[in-house]
């Protein structure tokens, strides 16, 4: 496998489930030496989650592959021991636990950084490491909840509702390698490492932007408005004959297109629908008049007909259709394989970056559990095997 971009930086990745795992996937797949650091009883808690392939979560596969991993008893103090030798020779720690918890365990980031002072310390939590609420626990539900993304998600006469995906913890994970990153750039000038502390309230509070700008600008408290965008139209999806579809008419330019293709130039000048802010307001009736037209096509003909003619439209893809879609899954690659180890082959999801002088691509299997403990503890440490027997005899690893 060819270097990556974090060729050489090491990673020690204490994180469970998904924020922060997700974080230590994304660094792996473009180089990093990624240790995953594991409690021997049990490892990861997705270990157990589905789905399942011959009894192995493939949920564990997918955020954990390009890793090594190792097992180690934080509690115990020979493990302890040990940890502090890998911090001394990383350049990266990262984890998700409640705040407070590295403290209580004595591994803490000020005692981290007396250890190893260029040392960056990554953390990822519900509330983060300041404020009333940071001793919380904290999930990807309660982010999305508190941050505000499931009060405006939803039809008007329906529910808050969380999106279908982990937004929060893919969120927090994002925004904890972006901060890692950071850090590493201003460690290469200065040398000193730093402390990166990122809440998944946080995250989603900061990707609401517009959002949160409109009430901020008027005192107006947005509200849940389906698939509509507040702040032009027709942006919203749109029924075919056969499915869903999406129009994204989003100025001046683009509607007059959409006119034209539908047949009704005179739209064009109709006053209702001038300007943006006049199609947003009277969005009722735009959505009635493309509707008309919409479900008298295909999907496809729709896409077709829009697209070619330079106005953005797309299908609904349901999730079948999204992973053999020719230009996500056949030209971005976004699907690639791993041989993983009792399962077989996998298909995977890949990472969004695509660069131009390296890869940033699953490298290598999800390990099991304590697998690369020799390698690391004993090779890389330089731990005898005698060592390494006691560890494990006692239960440190």
Same mark, same amino acid.
């Given at each position: 496998?060819?270097? $990556?971009?974090?060729?050489?930086?090491?990673?020690?990745?204490?994180?469970?489930?998904?924020?922060?795992?997700?974080?230590?996937?994304? *660094?792996? #797949?473009?180089?990093?030496?990624?240790?995953? /650091?594991?409690?021997?009883?049990?490892?990861?808690?997705?270990?157990?989650?589905?789905?399942?392939?011959?009894?192995?979560?493939?949920? !564990? +596969?997918?955020?954990?592959?390009?890793? *090594?991993?190792? %097992?180690?008893? @934080?509690?115990?103090?020979? +493990?302890?021991? =040990?940890?502090?030798?890998?911090?001394?020779?990383?350049?990266? &720690?990262?984890?998700?636990?409640?705040?407070?918890?590295?403290?209580?365990?004595? @591994?803490?980031?000020?005692?981290?950084?007396? /250890?190893?002072?260029?040392?960056?310390?990554?953390?990822?939590?519900?509330?983060?490491?300041?404020?009333?609420?940071?001793?919380?626990?904290?999930?990807?539900? &309660?982010?999305?909840?508190?941050?505000?993304?499931?009060?405006?998600?939803?039809?008007?006469?329906?529910?808050?509702?969380?999106?279908?995906?982990? *937004?929060? #913890?893919?969120?927090?994970?994002?925004?904890?390698?972006?901060?890692? *990153?950071? +850090?590493? &750039?201003?460690?290469?000038?200065?040398?000193?490492?730093?402390?990166? #502390?990122?809440?998944?309230?946080?995250?989603?509070?900061?990707?609401?932007?517009?959002?949160?700008?409109?009430?901020?600008?008027?005192?107006?408290?947005?509200?849940?408005?389906?698939?509509?965008?507040?702040?032009?139209?027709?942006?919203?999806? !749109?029924?075919?004959?056969?499915?869903?579809?999406?129009?994204?008419?989003?100025?001046?330019?683009?509607?007059?297109?959409?006119?034209?293709?539908?047949?009704?130039?005179?739209?064009?000048?109709?006053?209702?629908?001038?300007?943006?802010?006049?199609? &947003?307001?009277?969005?009722?009736?735009?959505?009635?008049?493309?509707?008309?037209?919409?479900?008298?096509?295909?999907?496809?003909?729709?896409?077709?007909?829009?697209?070619?003619? $330079?106005?953005?439209? %797309?299908? /609904?893809?349901?999730?079948?259709?999204? /992973?053999?879609?020719?230009?996500?899954?056949?030209?971005?690659?976004?699907?690639?394989?791993?041989?993983?180890?009792?399962?077989?082959?996998?298909?995977?999801?890949?990472?969004?970056?695509?660069?131009?002088?390296?890869?940033?691509?699953?490298?290598?299997? +999800?390990?099991?559990?304590?697998?690369?403990?020799?390698?690391?503890?004993?090779?890389?440490?330089?731990?005898?095997?005698?060592?390494?027997?006691? =560890?494990?005899?006692?239960?440190?690893?």
């Amino acid at each position: 496998m060819e270097k $990556g971009l974090l060729e050489g930086v090491i990673v020690l990745d204490l994180g469970r489930v998904l924020a922060c795992p997700y974080c230590g996937m994304l *660094l792996a #797949d473009m180089g990093a030496t990624v240790i995953k /650091v594991e409690n021997p009883k049990g490892g990861d808690d997705t270990r157990k989650m589905g789905p399942f392939i011959n009894d192995n979560s493939v949920y !564990f +596969a997918n955020f954990n592959r390009s890793k *090594l991993g190792v %097992s180690l008893n @934080l509690k115990d103090p020979k +493990a302890k021991e =040990l940890f502090l030798d890998m911090v001394k020779k990383a350049d990266v &720690v990262i984890e998700n636990y409640r705040p407070g918890t590295m403290e209580k365990l004595g @591994l803490g980031y000020e005692t981290l950084r007396e /250890v190893n002072p260029g040392i960056i310390y990554g953390s990822v939590s519900g509330f983060g490491h300041t404020g009333p609420l940071s001793r919380r626990a904290g999930y990807d539900i &309660v982010g999305q909840a508190m941050g505000g993304l499931m009060s405006t998600t939803g039809w008007p006469d329906g529910p808050a509702t969380r999106s279908g995906t982990p *937004l929060g #913890d893919v969120l927090g994970g994002l925004n904890l390698a972006v901060g890692v *990153l950071a +850090a590493l &750039v201003n460690k290469q000038r200065t040398g000193l490492g730093e402390k990166v #502390d990122v809440a998944l309230v946080d995250s989603v509070a900061s990707a609401m932007e517009n959002i949160t700008m409109i009430y901020q600008a008027t005192g107006r408290v947005p509200q849940r408005i389906g698939n509509r965008y507040e702040s032009t139209y027709p942006y919203d999806s !749109f029924p075919a004959l056969d499915g869903d579809v999406i129009v994204a008419a989003g100025n001046n330019k683009l509607f007059g297109i959409l006119c034209d293709v539908m047949g009704k130039p005179e739209l064009k000048t109709d006053p209702r629908f001038a300007e943006v802010k006049d199609r &947003v307001a009277n969005h009722e009736q735009v959505r009635e008049l493309v509707s008309a037209w919409t479900k008298s096509h295909t999907i496809e003909e729709v896409d077709r007909l829009l697209n070619s003619a $330079g106005c953005p439209a %797309s299908p /609904v893809n349901t999730i079948d259709r999204m /992973v053999k879609d020719p230009q996500i899954a056949g030209a971005r690659g976004m699907f690639p394989e791993i041989d993983q180890p009792g399962i077989g082959k996998l298909a995977v999801t890949a990472t969004a970056q695509k660069l131009t002088r390296t890869k940033s691509c699953p490298r290598k299997p +999800a390990p099991g559990l304590g697998e690369d403990n020799e390698r690391i503890y004993g090779q890389w440490l330089g731990r005898s095997e005698e060592e390494l027997k006691e =560890l494990k005899a006692c239960g440190a690893i």
